[in-house]
């Protein structure tokens, strides 16, 4: 027979999984909980022990207790693919991604298939208020080119930022940058030349292939795991292989994967690239992401060669408009200056006062706490969504953090032809061949796709997800 403190836990339970509470949602305090369900406040504060031991809620230090995130026991994930590399080749096929990019203003269309975060989610007050104060106050500085570098009073917040996740950083390391895409594209361009090979993970940001195709690269994808990254034993082996020039890694909440590498695993690539002499360059812009109250490590907190040149840009936590990102290197600094200088000069000067000043206020800190707790619920119920009305031999993974959620399909449904059916009906998906090298070849993840998390909850977008269930249901028969 259960104790009373069991029988509440488990009325808790059964309030949290209906939906009652959210995940990052606050649960009522414990004199709430005594005065509501009528009984002690010792057998209240018992009960939510237990809940805390089950993993169902978190505990804040001076704020209460918080649906905390659950891994499902029951939902079969992807699994990494054969350890067996295929041939480093240039890359193929990625210019079906204009036709995802099309879609991103659209506002009649669903956004499963862009990575860009809804507009809800974003300060849009605190960023009116920074650019009118940076206009107001700095009208010398932003009237003319901004320092290669980048405005000083930004890479004095960032250096600060990197110190706090053990990247020892001075500001002079650091150059702003366009964009996260930009500061890979600099880096990559610095270390090779036309026909060299770069490592990437497989599947990886499209993004990233691009720019290795721009630059006249060929791609050697590396299997990659849903939740522990990049395969160290796959990347010896190509090591062992190929005269590999640089590695590119998302390590934390990887696009598409969502996989977050364990501080092990970052320890032990940085230690096997410092080794085989092939700088990496690591892309950490889904790092403040996360869903626990812990920012994930980077590889670079464990490179002590300088051979990590690290990436990141606010893109994905305060505005993909504001085109800001940066790039840190104590080793490659001048190499980086001079691409970045003939690339664009510099970047803009308004958008970097003004996210010094939202660095500086605190004010980024406060949206990071509202924006993890967003992402967190919607990655939850799409995927409980998904759960119930997808095809039963659906895979799908479990993130920690970032937007992504990453779908194997039955065998023979066509992503291409899925991404089509469900622009038809205003939804738009990215499917999972333009997240490898061969995108132009059927074979690789052809009946997988990725589902971008980073949209507001509500009618619309539920039905959407009916909608697109209906849709592979009529595809996998």
């Not at 700095?138 to 009073?153: P, V």
């Not at 361009?189 to 090979?197: H, N, V, W, Y």
């Not at 092939?278 to 626990?292: A, K, L, M, R, T």
């Not at 991404?419 to 061969?438: W, Y």
Request: proline fraction near 5%; glycine fraction near 6%.
């Amino acid at each position: 027979m259960k104790t009373l403190y069991q029988q509440l836990a488990r009325e808790l339970v059964q309030e949290i999984e209906s939906g009652a509470y959210c995940i990052g949602e606050k649960m009522p305090g414990i004199r709430a909980t005594s005065n509501n369900k009528r009984v002690s406040p010792s057998t209240a504060v018992a009960a939510y022990r237990q809940l805390e031991l089950d993993g169902y809620i978190e505990s804040r230090p001076r704020s209460g207790f918080y649906v905390a995130h659950r891994r499902r026991r029951d939902v079969e994930e992807p699994q990494i693919e054969n350890l067996v590399t295929e041939k480093p080749g240039l890359v193929e096929g990625q210019r079906r991604v204009l036709q995802l990019i099309s879609q991103i203003n659209n506002p009649n269309i669903t956004q499963f298939g862009a990575g860009v975060p809804d507009s809800s989610f974003l300060p849009l007050r605190a960023m009116e208020k920074a650019l009118a104060h940076a206009v107001k106050f700095n009208r010398i500085e932003i009237s003319s080119y901004s320092k290669t570098l980048g405005e000083i009073s930004l890479r004095k917040q960032l250096a600060r930022r990197m110190s706090q996740i053990g990247c020892l950083t001075h500001h002079d390391d650091i150059i702003v940058t366009s964009g996260c895409q930009e500061a890979v594209h600099i880096s990559l361009k610095m270390l090779t030349q036309p026909g060299d090979i770069v490592a990437v993970e497989s599947p990886t940001f499209h993004g990233h292939l691009q720019t290795i195709d721009a630059l006249g690269l060929k791609a050697l994808e590396i299997p990659t795991h849903p939740r522990e990254g990049i395969s160290l034993e796959a990347l010896q082996l190509a090591f062992d292989q190929w005269p590999i020039k640089a590695c590119i890694v998302i390590p934390n909440f990887s696009n598409p994967l969502g996989s977050c590498m364990s501080d092990a695993n970052k320890a032990a690539l940085a230690k096997l690239c410092h080794k085989a002499k092939v700088p990496i360059i690591e892309d950490d812009i889904y790092g403040d992401v996360s869903f626990s109250q812990q920012r994930p490590s980077t590889v670079k907190s464990f490179d002590s060669s300088g051979n990590v040149i690290y990436c990141s840009s606010f893109s994905k936590t305060i505005s993909p408009g504001m085109r800001v990102g940066w790039v840190s290197s104590a080793k490659y600094l001048d190499k980086l200056e001079y691409q970045k200088f003939v690339t664009n000069v510099s970047a803009p000067g308004l958008q970097q006062l003004a996210l010094a000043s939202m660095l500086r206020s605190g004010m980024y800190d406060k949206h990071l706490r509202f924006i993890r707790g967003e992402i967190e619920k919607s990655v939850d119920l799409i995927s409980e969504r998904i759960i119930k009305t997808f095809p039963l031999e659906t895979k799908i993974t479990q993130p920690s953090g970032g937007y992504f959620l990453w779908l194997e399909l039955p065998e023979n449904v066509d992503a291409f032809a899925l991404v089509e059916a469900a622009l038809k009906h205003n939804i738009s998906i990215a499917p999972g061949p333009i997240f490898s090298a061969k995108a132009s070849a059927k074979a690789k993840f052809s009946n997988y796709i990725r589902i971008s998390c980073a949209v507001l909850w509500n009618d619309k977008t539920r039905k959407a997800i009916d909608t697109l269930g209906e849709i592979i249901n009529a595809h996998a028969q």
